[in-house]
Structures are given as C-alpha cells and as structure tokens.
C-alpha cells in the first residue's frame, strides 16, 4: 500500500448527495459577504439574534424537561413531542407562505456537499461570482444560508431549455 500515492487521490472531502431542494441566490459584492460572513458565522451578531437565543434556550429547556417525564410517563413524553413537532411545521409552513421566493422559485434537484452544491438555473453566471446562497431542504424544512463563490457555470446541450447552465458553487461560509 505504501507504494500506491494514488489510491485517496481520488477521493473527496465531503460525501455529496443528490437532492431536491427550495433554493434562492443573489449576486452579492465582496463588502456584502464580508458582512453576512461575520452573520454567519456568529450569529450573535444578528439583528434577529435575541429571538433566536430565546427560542433555543426554550428548546433546549423543553427537550431537558421531556426527558425527566419520559421516565415516569412515556405517553405524556411521547405527546409532547408530537406537539413540539406538530408546532415546527406550522411554523415551517408560515415561514414558507411569508418567503415569497419559495412560490416563484420550484423545487430544484441539486448535488449537495459540505463543500459545495451544483444544479441547473436559467441565469449565466460568471467565474468567481460572489452569491449569497438560501437552500430551504426538503420535508424538513430547514434553510441553510451560505455565501458561495461560483467556480463554473456552462452552457449543457443537452439540459432543459428553462435552464441550460450547470452552475457549480462553492461554500465560503455557511450557517449550521
């Protein structure tokens, strides 16, 4: 084995997924995503920071609680975790009915990676493009907000006439 340097070369440094998603981009300038990075990556530099905090530590606190009752009730542990679930989608639902980029914008197929995501859109982007990337997944829910640099972006012949260039993106910095 010591004489095969080629046997990892091929390998990549995220698994990567096909998968179909909501997904929402803009070109942004290098001040702008200098800005939302330092978003992302604390995000308690937010403006919405404190409502997050609130509900986190809620969460965190209810998971705790649940937990003590499941050892004496199951059933009354089990409900209110139907209940904590049944209330995230009723949100997840009016975030999506506020999101007017969701109605405009269909679910796309994509290939997803920790590093990176790729698919087909309509728009010719260039090389090296700063994009400020919003990728809502699918039924969960749950939106990524990343800051992408577009590594190619080409015309395929044989894609959808809707949209005919295959955009490859890479992360700069990305929320959890």
Do not use: W
């Not at 001040?31 to 509900?55: C, F």
């Not at 290939?111 to 260039?126: M, Q, R, Y």
């Not at 990728?135 to 590594?151: D, F, K, Q, R």
């Amino acid at each position: 084995m010591e004489n095969m340097p080629e046997f990892n070369s091929d390998r990549r440094e995220y698994f990567r997924i096909n998968d179909t998603v909501f997904i929402d981009y803009k070109l942004i300038d290098r001040a702008e995503a200098e800005r939302l990075g330092v978003i992302i990556q604390n995000p308690l530099h937010a403006g919405d920071s404190d409502g997050k905090l609130q509900l986190n530590t809620i969460q965190t606190a209810f998971t705790h609680l649940v937990d003590q009752i499941n050892q004496d009730n199951r059933e009354i542990a089990r409900a209110l975790r139907l209940l904590d679930e049944k209330i995230n989608i009723h949100v997840q639902l009016l975030n999506r009915q506020n999101n007017k980029t969701k109605d405009s914008n269909p679910a796309i197929d994509v290939n997803l990676s920790g590093g990176g995501i790729a698919f087909f859109t309509a728009d010719k982007l260039d090389a090296k493009s700063i994009l400020e990337v919003h990728i809502e997944l699918i039924p969960s829910g749950t939106t990524i907000h990343a800051i992408t640099n577009v590594i190619s972006c080409n015309k395929v012949q044989d894609a959808p006439e809707e949209t005919p260039y295959f955009v490859r993106l890479v992360f700069s910095h990305m929320s959890e």
